[in-house]
Protein backbone atom coordinates (compact mmCIF):
# COMPACT_ATOMS: atom_id res chain seq x y z
CA UNK A 1 0.00 0.00 0.00
CA UNK A 2 2.87 2.11 1.16
CA UNK A 3 4.26 1.46 -2.56
CA UNK A 4 0.78 1.77 -4.55
CA UNK A 5 0.97 5.55 -2.75
CA UNK A 6 3.91 6.30 -3.90
CA UNK A 7 3.20 5.60 -7.81
CA UNK A 8 0.15 7.66 -7.64
CA UNK A 9 1.95 10.46 -5.99
CA UNK A 10 4.79 10.31 -8.68
CA UNK A 11 1.54 10.75 -11.20
CA UNK A 12 1.42 14.83 -11.24
CA UNK A 13 5.12 15.07 -12.37
CA UNK A 14 5.22 11.77 -14.87
CA UNK A 15 2.36 13.47 -16.67
CA UNK A 16 3.95 16.55 -17.18
CA UNK A 17 7.28 15.79 -17.87
CA UNK A 18 5.57 13.22 -19.92
CA UNK A 19 3.79 16.05 -22.32
CA UNK A 20 7.09 17.49 -22.52
CA UNK A 21 9.17 14.71 -23.89
CA UNK A 22 6.37 14.12 -26.61
CA UNK A 23 6.43 17.62 -27.76
CA UNK A 24 10.54 17.24 -28.00
CA UNK A 25 10.45 13.80 -29.43
CA UNK A 26 8.44 15.44 -31.92
CA UNK A 27 4.57 14.73 -30.91
CA UNK A 28 5.09 11.22 -30.46
CA UNK A 29 2.76 9.31 -28.33
CA UNK A 30 5.10 8.58 -25.00
CA UNK A 31 2.26 5.60 -24.12
CA UNK A 32 3.06 3.48 -26.66
CA UNK A 33 6.72 3.72 -26.95
CA UNK A 34 8.58 2.50 -23.74
CA UNK A 35 12.01 4.49 -24.31
CA UNK A 36 10.32 7.48 -24.40
CA UNK A 37 7.96 6.45 -21.12
CA UNK A 38 10.88 5.43 -19.23
CA UNK A 39 12.74 9.26 -20.48
CA UNK A 40 9.47 10.96 -18.81
CA UNK A 41 10.05 8.49 -15.70
CA UNK A 42 13.30 9.48 -15.58
CA UNK A 43 12.77 13.24 -15.92
CA UNK A 44 10.18 13.57 -13.19
CA UNK A 45 12.45 12.06 -10.73
CA UNK A 46 14.76 15.58 -10.21
CA UNK A 47 10.96 17.16 -10.05
CA UNK A 48 10.14 15.06 -7.30
CA UNK A 49 13.63 15.40 -5.48
CA UNK A 50 13.25 19.48 -5.80
CA UNK A 51 9.61 19.54 -4.27
CA UNK A 52 10.74 17.03 -1.97
CA UNK A 53 13.29 19.56 -0.11
CA UNK A 54 10.00 21.52 1.13
CA UNK A 55 10.08 21.36 4.94
CA UNK A 56 6.79 19.92 5.41
CA UNK A 57 7.19 16.93 2.80
CA UNK A 58 9.04 15.16 6.08
CA UNK A 59 6.08 15.25 8.63
CA UNK A 60 3.85 14.09 5.42
CA UNK A 61 6.26 11.00 4.85
CA UNK A 62 6.85 10.23 8.22
CA UNK A 63 2.79 9.93 9.04
CA UNK A 64 2.85 7.21 5.78
CA UNK A 65 5.88 5.25 7.27
CA UNK A 66 4.32 4.88 10.92
CA UNK A 67 0.92 3.82 8.92
CA UNK A 68 1.95 1.95 6.58
CA UNK A 69 5.77 0.58 7.39
CA UNK A 70 5.43 -0.84 10.72
CA UNK A 71 8.43 1.49 10.99
CA UNK A 72 8.61 2.71 14.76
CA UNK A 73 8.10 6.16 15.50
CA UNK A 74 11.16 6.82 17.94
CA UNK A 75 13.05 5.69 14.97
CA UNK A 76 11.28 8.94 12.88
CA UNK A 77 11.91 12.65 12.90
CA UNK A 78 9.22 14.79 14.33
CA UNK A 79 7.94 18.00 12.81
CA UNK A 80 9.32 19.84 9.36
CA UNK A 81 12.56 19.82 8.71
CA UNK A 82 14.80 22.48 10.09
CA UNK A 83 18.33 22.51 8.25
CA UNK A 84 19.68 21.65 5.28
CA UNK A 85 20.79 18.40 5.93
CA UNK A 86 17.44 17.31 7.15
CA UNK A 87 16.09 18.39 3.75
CA UNK A 88 18.30 16.83 1.84
CA UNK A 89 17.44 13.49 3.43
CA UNK A 90 13.98 14.21 3.44
CA UNK A 91 13.96 14.78 -0.64
CA UNK A 92 16.24 11.98 -1.05
CA UNK A 93 13.27 9.61 0.67
CA UNK A 94 10.52 11.80 -1.38
CA UNK A 95 12.32 10.77 -4.11
CA UNK A 96 12.90 7.06 -3.30
CA UNK A 97 9.75 6.38 -2.20
CA UNK A 98 7.91 7.75 -5.46
CA UNK A 99 10.49 6.49 -7.58
CA UNK A 100 10.27 2.80 -5.97
CA UNK A 101 6.48 3.06 -5.46
CA UNK A 102 6.13 3.89 -9.52
CA UNK A 103 7.65 1.33 -10.77
CA UNK A 104 6.40 -1.22 -8.40
CA UNK A 105 2.89 0.13 -9.73
CA UNK A 106 3.74 0.07 -13.13
CA UNK A 107 4.73 -3.90 -12.47
CA UNK A 108 1.36 -4.51 -10.54
CA UNK A 109 -0.52 -3.70 -13.32
CA UNK A 110 1.15 -4.83 -16.34
CA UNK A 111 2.31 -8.75 -15.10
CA UNK A 112 -0.59 -10.08 -13.46
CA UNK A 113 -2.66 -9.65 -16.68
CA UNK A 114 0.39 -11.11 -19.14
CA UNK A 115 0.68 -13.39 -15.92
CA UNK A 116 -2.66 -14.86 -16.57
CA UNK A 117 -2.73 -14.41 -20.02
CA UNK A 118 0.25 -17.22 -20.27
CA UNK A 119 -1.50 -19.52 -17.93
CA UNK A 120 -4.80 -19.83 -19.64
CA UNK A 121 -3.46 -19.07 -23.27
CA UNK A 122 -2.39 -22.67 -24.02
CA UNK A 123 -5.96 -24.03 -23.31
CA UNK A 124 -7.63 -21.32 -24.95
CA UNK A 125 -7.57 -21.24 -28.74
CA UNK A 126 -8.62 -17.83 -29.73
CA UNK A 127 -5.32 -17.07 -27.27
CA UNK A 128 -3.35 -19.41 -28.75
CA UNK A 129 -4.07 -18.69 -32.47
CA UNK A 130 -4.27 -14.89 -32.03
CA UNK A 131 -1.83 -12.63 -33.24
CA UNK A 132 -0.10 -11.27 -29.75
CA UNK A 133 3.46 -11.92 -30.35
CA UNK A 134 3.81 -15.27 -27.86
CA UNK A 135 6.34 -16.83 -30.15
CA UNK A 136 7.06 -19.11 -27.19
CA UNK A 137 3.59 -20.29 -27.31
CA UNK A 138 4.37 -22.17 -30.63
CA UNK A 139 5.45 -26.22 -30.48
CA UNK A 140 5.47 -29.05 -28.31
CA UNK A 141 6.36 -27.38 -25.27
CA UNK A 142 3.49 -24.74 -24.91
CA UNK A 143 1.18 -26.60 -22.33
CA UNK A 144 3.60 -26.47 -19.93
CA UNK A 145 6.69 -23.18 -20.75
CA UNK A 146 3.53 -20.68 -20.78
CA UNK A 147 2.15 -21.47 -17.41
CA UNK A 148 5.07 -22.15 -15.83
CA UNK A 149 6.03 -18.91 -17.15
CA UNK A 150 3.03 -17.15 -15.62
CA UNK A 151 3.55 -18.28 -12.28
CA UNK A 152 7.31 -17.69 -12.56
CA UNK A 153 5.90 -13.95 -13.48
CA UNK A 154 3.91 -13.79 -10.09
CA UNK A 155 6.01 -15.14 -7.80
CA UNK A 156 8.76 -12.62 -9.03
CA UNK A 157 6.50 -9.37 -8.63
CA UNK A 158 5.96 -10.86 -5.26
CA UNK A 159 9.70 -11.04 -4.46
CA UNK A 160 9.70 -7.65 -5.90
CA UNK A 161 7.31 -5.75 -4.24
CA UNK A 162 8.33 -7.49 -0.65
CA UNK A 163 11.87 -6.49 -1.47
CA UNK A 164 11.10 -3.02 -2.40
CA UNK A 165 8.84 -2.51 0.68
CA UNK A 166 12.31 -3.45 2.45
CA UNK A 167 14.42 -1.55 1.15
CA UNK A 168 12.24 1.43 2.15
CA UNK A 169 11.81 0.69 5.77
CA UNK A 170 14.97 0.26 5.76
CA UNK A 171 15.89 3.88 4.63
CA UNK A 172 13.05 5.46 6.31
CA UNK A 173 15.13 5.71 9.16
CA UNK A 174 18.27 6.65 7.43
CA UNK A 175 16.52 9.40 5.62
CA UNK A 176 13.41 10.85 7.80
CA UNK A 177 15.68 9.88 11.60
CA UNK A 178 16.30 12.95 13.52
CA UNK A 179 19.21 14.79 13.04
CA UNK A 180 21.22 16.26 16.00
CA UNK A 181 19.16 19.69 15.74
CA UNK A 182 15.41 17.54 15.92
CA UNK A 183 17.44 16.21 19.49
CA UNK A 184 18.20 19.16 20.53
CA UNK A 185 14.76 20.87 19.32
CA UNK A 186 12.98 17.86 21.38
CA UNK A 187 15.26 17.87 24.20
CA UNK A 188 14.31 21.61 24.72
CA UNK A 189 10.55 21.39 23.95
CA UNK A 190 10.89 18.86 26.82
CA UNK A 191 12.86 21.05 29.03
CA UNK A 192 10.34 23.95 28.66
CA UNK A 193 7.18 21.96 29.12
CA UNK A 194 9.03 20.29 32.11
CA UNK A 195 9.86 23.75 33.45
CA UNK A 196 6.60 24.84 33.25
CA UNK A 197 4.90 21.96 35.13
CA UNK A 198 7.74 22.46 37.90
CA UNK A 199 6.05 26.16 38.26
CA UNK A 200 2.85 25.04 38.26
CA UNK A 201 3.36 22.46 40.96
CA UNK A 202 5.51 25.43 42.77
CA UNK A 203 2.67 27.70 42.41
CA UNK A 204 -0.31 25.24 43.71
CA UNK A 205 2.20 23.79 46.89
CA UNK A 206 3.01 27.22 47.63
CA UNK A 207 -0.78 28.23 47.49
CA UNK A 208 -2.77 25.08 48.48
CA UNK A 209 -0.44 24.26 50.97
CA UNK A 210 -0.21 27.84 52.59
CA UNK A 211 -3.51 28.22 52.86
CA UNK A 212 -4.47 24.38 53.66
CA UNK A 213 -1.76 25.19 56.93
CA UNK A 214 -3.05 28.49 58.09
CA UNK A 215 -6.86 27.26 58.04
CA UNK A 216 -6.18 24.27 59.72
CA UNK A 217 -3.91 25.95 62.20
CA UNK A 218 -7.12 28.80 62.38
CA UNK A 219 -9.50 26.18 63.00
CA UNK A 220 -7.45 24.38 65.86
CA UNK A 221 -6.89 26.84 67.71
CA UNK A 222 -10.77 28.45 67.21
CA UNK A 223 -11.87 24.86 68.68
CA UNK A 224 -9.58 25.22 71.98
CA UNK A 225 -10.90 28.19 72.98
CA UNK A 226 -14.44 28.35 71.34
CA UNK A 227 -16.11 28.52 75.02
CA UNK A 228 -13.95 30.95 76.77
CA UNK A 229 -13.08 33.54 73.86
CA UNK A 230 -15.86 34.60 71.18
CA UNK A 231 -13.55 37.36 69.93
CA UNK A 232 -10.63 35.48 68.59
CA UNK A 233 -13.10 32.67 67.62
CA UNK A 234 -14.49 35.34 65.45
CA UNK A 235 -11.12 36.91 64.28
CA UNK A 236 -10.01 33.35 63.01
CA UNK A 237 -13.11 32.04 61.44
CA UNK A 238 -12.75 35.59 59.47
CA UNK A 239 -9.47 34.78 58.54
CA UNK A 240 -10.30 31.64 57.56
CA UNK A 241 -13.02 32.95 55.41
CA UNK A 242 -10.22 35.49 53.58
CA UNK A 243 -7.72 32.38 53.29
CA UNK A 244 -9.61 30.83 51.36
CA UNK A 245 -11.39 33.34 49.43
CA UNK A 246 -8.24 34.12 48.34
CA UNK A 247 -6.66 31.01 47.67
CA UNK A 248 -9.37 30.31 45.47
CA UNK A 249 -8.51 33.18 43.36
CA UNK A 250 -5.03 32.26 43.71
CA UNK A 251 -5.72 28.65 42.18
CA UNK A 252 -8.31 29.83 39.95
CA UNK A 253 -5.07 31.75 38.20
CA UNK A 254 -2.60 28.77 38.09
CA UNK A 255 -5.56 26.44 36.62
CA UNK A 256 -6.35 29.11 33.92
CA UNK A 257 -2.08 29.52 33.02
CA UNK A 258 -2.48 25.51 32.92
CA UNK A 259 -5.49 25.40 30.41
CA UNK A 260 -3.75 28.42 28.30
CA UNK A 261 -0.13 26.87 27.74
CA UNK A 262 -1.50 23.47 27.38
CA UNK A 263 -3.66 24.95 24.58
CA UNK A 264 -0.62 26.92 23.33
CA UNK A 265 -1.28 30.16 23.81
CA UNK A 266 -0.99 33.54 26.29
CA UNK A 267 -1.96 33.87 28.87
CA UNK A 268 -2.28 37.32 31.37
CA UNK A 269 -2.19 36.10 34.56
CA UNK A 270 -4.11 39.70 35.39
CA UNK A 271 -6.18 39.17 32.63
CA UNK A 272 -10.03 39.51 33.39
CA UNK A 273 -11.38 37.65 36.14
CA UNK A 274 -8.39 35.97 37.08
CA UNK A 275 -7.09 36.98 40.60
CA UNK A 276 -3.46 38.98 40.16
CA UNK A 277 -0.19 36.91 41.59
CA UNK A 278 0.30 38.41 44.95
CA UNK A 279 3.40 40.55 45.38
CA UNK A 280 5.82 41.53 47.96
CA UNK A 281 4.67 44.76 48.23
CA UNK A 282 1.04 44.50 48.14
CA UNK A 283 0.30 41.47 49.90
CA UNK A 284 2.43 40.85 53.24
CA UNK A 285 0.51 42.73 55.52
CA UNK A 286 -2.55 40.55 54.61
CA UNK A 287 -0.24 37.03 54.29
CA UNK A 288 1.17 38.12 57.84
CA UNK A 289 -2.25 38.80 59.27
CA UNK A 290 -3.76 35.74 58.21
CA UNK A 291 -0.66 33.57 59.26
CA UNK A 292 -0.66 35.30 63.03
CA UNK A 293 -4.19 34.51 63.15
CA UNK A 294 -3.23 30.68 63.39
CA UNK A 295 -2.07 31.71 67.34
CA UNK A 296 1.25 31.76 66.42
CA UNK A 297 3.43 35.31 67.21
CA UNK A 298 5.30 36.94 64.12
CA UNK A 299 7.44 39.76 64.54
CA UNK A 300 8.52 41.30 61.34
CA UNK A 301 11.29 43.45 60.49
CA UNK A 302 10.98 45.62 57.54
CA UNK A 303 13.88 48.03 56.17
CA UNK A 304 12.53 51.06 57.41
CA UNK A 305 15.07 53.53 55.84
CA UNK A 306 13.86 51.68 52.06
CA UNK A 307 10.03 51.93 52.77
CA UNK A 308 9.15 53.47 49.26
CA UNK A 309 11.27 51.25 47.33
CA UNK A 310 8.82 48.06 47.95
CA UNK A 311 6.26 49.42 45.61
CA UNK A 312 9.29 49.62 43.04
CA UNK A 313 10.65 45.93 42.89
CA UNK A 314 11.28 44.26 39.42
CA UNK A 315 7.72 42.04 39.38
CA UNK A 316 8.72 38.86 39.42
CA UNK A 317 11.12 39.63 42.26
CA UNK A 318 8.21 40.65 44.35
CA UNK A 319 6.35 37.61 43.04
CA UNK A 320 8.76 35.10 43.85
CA UNK A 321 9.72 36.82 47.51
CA UNK A 322 6.57 36.62 48.00
CA UNK A 323 6.18 32.99 47.77
CA UNK A 324 9.05 31.99 49.12
CA UNK A 325 8.19 34.23 52.14
CA UNK A 326 4.56 32.54 52.44
CA UNK A 327 6.02 28.86 52.24
CA UNK A 328 8.75 29.59 54.67
CA UNK A 329 5.09 31.28 57.21
CA UNK A 330 3.60 27.76 55.90
CA UNK A 331 6.90 25.61 56.92
CA UNK A 332 7.40 27.63 60.52
CA UNK A 333 3.52 27.13 60.82
CA UNK A 334 3.63 23.63 60.31
CA UNK A 335 6.65 22.09 62.04
CA UNK A 336 7.92 25.23 64.36
CA UNK A 337 7.28 25.10 67.90
CA UNK A 338 7.18 28.80 68.40
CA UNK A 339 6.89 32.74 67.42
CA UNK A 340 8.35 33.71 64.04
CA UNK A 341 10.83 36.36 63.39
CA UNK A 342 10.63 37.69 59.69
CA UNK A 343 13.10 40.01 58.56
CA UNK A 344 13.67 41.57 54.93
CA UNK A 345 16.07 44.17 54.17
CA UNK A 346 16.68 45.50 51.10
CA UNK A 347 19.91 46.75 50.30
CA UNK A 348 23.10 47.30 48.34
CA UNK A 349 25.20 43.87 47.84
CA UNK A 350 28.42 45.56 49.16
CA UNK A 351 28.45 44.09 52.85
CA UNK A 352 29.26 40.18 54.01
CA UNK A 353 30.25 39.38 49.97
CA UNK A 354 32.76 36.57 51.55
CA UNK A 355 29.61 34.47 53.16
CA UNK A 356 27.25 34.36 49.78
CA UNK A 357 27.26 31.62 47.85
CA UNK A 358 27.24 33.44 44.80
CA UNK A 359 29.33 36.73 45.30
CA UNK A 360 27.64 39.93 43.29
CA UNK A 361 29.64 42.78 41.89
CA UNK A 362 29.52 46.12 44.12
CA UNK A 363 26.68 48.14 43.64
CA UNK A 364 24.49 45.23 42.87
CA UNK A 365 20.89 45.34 44.84
CA UNK A 366 19.60 42.85 46.28
CA UNK A 367 16.55 41.81 48.99
CA UNK A 368 17.62 39.34 51.88
CA UNK A 369 14.90 37.35 53.85
CA UNK A 370 15.63 35.60 57.08
CA UNK A 371 13.11 33.98 58.84
CA UNK A 372 13.86 32.12 62.25
CA UNK A 373 11.49 30.36 64.88
CA UNK A 374 12.12 27.48 67.58
CA UNK A 375 12.33 23.81 66.06
CA UNK A 376 9.93 21.18 66.89
CA UNK A 377 12.19 19.90 68.72
CA UNK A 378 12.54 22.16 71.09
CA UNK A 379 9.03 21.65 72.52
CA UNK A 380 8.93 18.01 71.65
CA UNK A 381 12.30 16.51 71.25
CA UNK A 382 10.94 14.86 67.94
CA UNK A 383 13.19 15.91 64.48
CA UNK A 384 12.21 18.93 63.07
CA UNK A 385 10.48 17.60 59.73
CA UNK A 386 11.90 20.85 57.62
CA UNK A 387 15.42 19.08 58.29
CA UNK A 388 14.57 16.31 55.76
CA UNK A 389 14.21 18.91 52.84
CA UNK A 390 10.61 18.65 51.73
CA UNK A 391 8.82 20.10 48.50
CA UNK A 392 8.09 23.55 50.47
CA UNK A 393 12.37 23.81 50.23
CA UNK A 394 13.14 22.65 47.35
CA UNK A 395 10.54 24.79 45.80
CA UNK A 396 11.96 28.02 47.88
CA UNK A 397 15.07 26.91 45.90
CA UNK A 398 14.00 27.05 42.51
CA UNK A 399 12.46 30.18 43.22
CA UNK A 400 15.65 31.97 44.44
CA UNK A 401 18.00 30.51 41.64
CA UNK A 402 15.33 31.32 39.24
CA UNK A 403 16.55 35.35 40.39
CA UNK A 404 20.37 34.18 40.73
CA UNK A 405 20.00 33.89 44.21
CA UNK A 406 20.28 31.35 46.78
CA UNK A 407 18.81 29.72 50.11
CA UNK A 408 19.72 28.26 53.01
CA UNK A 409 17.87 26.39 55.50
CA UNK A 410 18.97 24.58 58.47
CA UNK A 411 19.78 24.81 62.38
CA UNK A 412 21.13 28.55 63.53
CA UNK A 413 22.00 29.59 66.95
CA UNK A 414 19.16 27.24 68.43
CA UNK A 415 16.90 28.19 66.18
CA UNK A 416 15.93 27.16 62.75
CA UNK A 417 16.74 29.43 59.71
CA UNK A 418 15.73 30.00 56.69
CA UNK A 419 17.69 32.87 54.22
CA UNK A 420 16.82 34.04 50.45
CA UNK A 421 19.05 36.59 48.84
CA UNK A 422 17.65 37.66 45.70
CA UNK A 423 19.62 40.16 43.51
CA UNK A 424 17.96 42.99 42.30
CA UNK A 425 19.77 44.65 39.80
CA UNK A 426 21.98 47.44 39.60
CA UNK A 427 22.37 50.00 42.02
CA UNK A 428 20.86 52.25 39.16
CA UNK A 429 17.82 49.59 38.68
Not at 132 to 152: H, K, Q, S
Not at 164 to 191: F, H, I, K, M, S
Request: charged share 20%; proline share 7%.
Amino acid sequence: MHQILGGALLMPYFLLTQVVVGVVAGGRNTLTSLPLALAAYGAALPLAAATGAFGLVRPMSVAAVRALCGVPGEGLAEGPARSWSARARGSAWWTAHLGVGALVSGMCLALPPLAVVLVVAPFTDPLRHSDLGLFWLDGEARPYTAPLLGVALLVGLGWCVAGAGALLARLAPVLLGPTPADRLAVAEERAADLAVRNRLARELHDAVGHALSAVTLQASAARRVLDRDPVFVREALTAIEETTRRTVGELDAVLGLLREEGEGGPHDPAGPGTEPAPTLAGDLDGLLARSRAAGTPITAHLDPGRAGDWARLPAISSREAYRIVQEGLSNALRHGAGAVELRIVLRDGDGERDQRPHPQPHGHRELEITMTNPPASAASGERDRRATGGRGLRGIGERAALLGGAVEAGPHDGLWRLRAVLPLGGGGR
